[in-house]
């Protein structure tokens, strides 16, 4: 069997810092290892001692760098990574103007295949070792995200977009062929290696009732797969969610009257949250995904993280590319973070950190699997220069704690920070993974 130990800073969290004081939850050792075995980690502990117990391991060195768990994107779209960073739209305008005809071309399998390639290295190349993905509303084009996925071994969630209204005919579905499609699918590939499949309603704007209704009753007869949807990102949707279903209490129920509302349930962005809304979510167990440079590009507004978390709602934090304007987490967390200051709490790195890691998992319900340093746990590891640019090295060279000598990377880190990514135990050189 072959040992792989990398040594470096390591911090790992024995507690969630959103609920316990940020700095008690975490462990630092800043000469630590991390024993790699078939693809998991097998222990981590002071450098000295794994270096004594396990003298016959390959060792890598990285020296300063911080050996974080890889970077989990709770909500992107990868269909959408050729048309990030378009002009001057807000969310209807922008889906009809550059989403919908985008997405289009998915049907063709060759450029699915191409793009989810593109989109799957960019990820890497920024430290992401997980992302949950909508697709198109063509099977070729989940397929074509899994396979790509399958070939790098990485851990994905991902599914067939269902729209059967107020889109564009070339991408509408009906009630039935988006259930029958998305059950062949889940047959395939639910569970598959690294691969789970998400049930995934774009909005209800884009879905009739017996759409929905149809999805949910997929959900129910396949209790373990997850479910991703949109949720409440713009006050003109939301209006447009209450002409379309005049009969729901608010725009969760037009989920929840479906039997979409559920514990394995991923609600994206959840930024205009009625109390009544809020209730249900925390009730029911359900997850958001926060997507940060999303909300501020597209001008949605600004997430309750530091509300909803109080209420237990775990939180995932995701690049909603192309919505979002950046592949990086990194980005994503010096986003929230300037989001949460706009509403008054200041993020501590830790609690940074772990949402971008632990929190992911635990929002798509792999926190026994990834996101976290422990023994047992799959080595999908980033690691992180503490002092990539110029700008970022001369205010680390001051550096206190561990925490002051990581925020700068949190704030101003690209994929320049990105010394190396490991997936599943084997090392993706940074080479390999640029496009
Ligand atoms: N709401 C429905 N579809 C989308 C999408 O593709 N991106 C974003 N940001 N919001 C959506
Ligand atoms: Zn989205």
Redesign the pocket.
């Known amino acids: 069997m072959s040992s792989h130990l990398l040594l470096g800073q390591i911090l790992h969290f024995e507690d969630t810092p959103m609920a316990a004081p940020p700095e008690a939850a975490a462990h630092h050792d800043p000469r630590g290892a991390l024993l790699i075995e078939n693809g998991t980690i097998a222990a981590i502990g002071s450098a000295k001692d794994l270096r004594d117990a396990h003298p016959q391991a390959t060792i890598t060195d990285y020296g300063d760098a911080l050996i974080s768990p890889g970077f989990v994107d709770a909500h992107m779209?990868y269909p959408?990574t050729r048309i990030i960073a378009s002009w001057g739209k807000r969310?209807i305008d922008?889906?009809n103007t550059y989403?919908f005809p985008e997405e289009i071309k998915f049907g063709d399998p060759a450029y699915a295949s191409a793009v989810a390639a593109l989109t799957l290295d960019l990820a890497l190349q920024n430290g992401t070792t997980t992302l949950a993905s909508?697709c198109t509303i063509h099977p070729q084009s989940v397929e074509a995200l899994f396979t790509e996925a399958a070939r790098r071994d990485m851990r994905i969630v991902a599914g067939k977009t269902c729209m059967d209204r107020n889109a564009p005919t070339g991408l509408q579905d009906t009630p039935q062929s988006a259930h029958d499609d998305s059950l062949a699918l889940i047959e395939r590939w639910h569970g598959k290696g690294r691969a789970q499949y998400a049930i995934t309603p774009?909005?209800s704007?884009?879905s009739t009732r017996e759409q929905l209704e149809a999805l949910g009753a997929l959900w129910s007869a396949n209790p373990t797969c997850l479910m991703q949807t949109?949720l409440s990102?713009q006050t003109d949707?939301i209006a447009w969610v209450r002409d379309l279903f005049p009969e729901a209490r608010d725009y969760l129920d037009t989920y929840e009257a479906a039997g979409l509302l559920g514990a394995r349930g991923i609600y994206?962005?959840a930024i205009h949250l009625e109390p009544r809304e809020i209730d249900r979510l925390t009730e029911t167990g359900a997850a958001i995904a926060h997507?940060p440079t999303?909300n501020t590009f597209?001008g949605?507004g600004l997430f309750d993280l530091a509300g909803l978390s109080a209420r237990g709602i775990p939180v995932g934090l995701a690049t909603?590319t192309?919505?979002?304007s950046s592949f990086s987490m990194l980005r994503t967390m010096a986003a929230t973070y300037e989001i949460a200051q706009l509403r008054g709490t200041a993020l501590h790195p830790a609690q940074l950190l772990w949402l971008a890691t632990a929190g992911g998992a635990r929002a798509l319900h792999l926190q026994d699997r990834i996101g976290t340093l422990a023994p047992g746990y799959e080595a999908d590891l980033t690691i992180l220069d503490l002092a990539s640019t110029p700008a970022i090295a001369q205010r680390t060279d001051r550096a206190e704690s561990i925490w002051e000598a990581l925020f700068p990377t949190l704030m101003m880190g690209d994929d320049r920070a990105i010394r190396d990514v490991w997936v599943a135990g084997r090392r993706v050189s940074r080479a390999a993974a640029a496009p």
């Open positions: 779209h959408q969310l922008w889906l989403t909508y774009r909005f704007p884009t949109h990102e949707e994206g962005h997507c999303s597209i949605s909603d192309g919505g979002g």
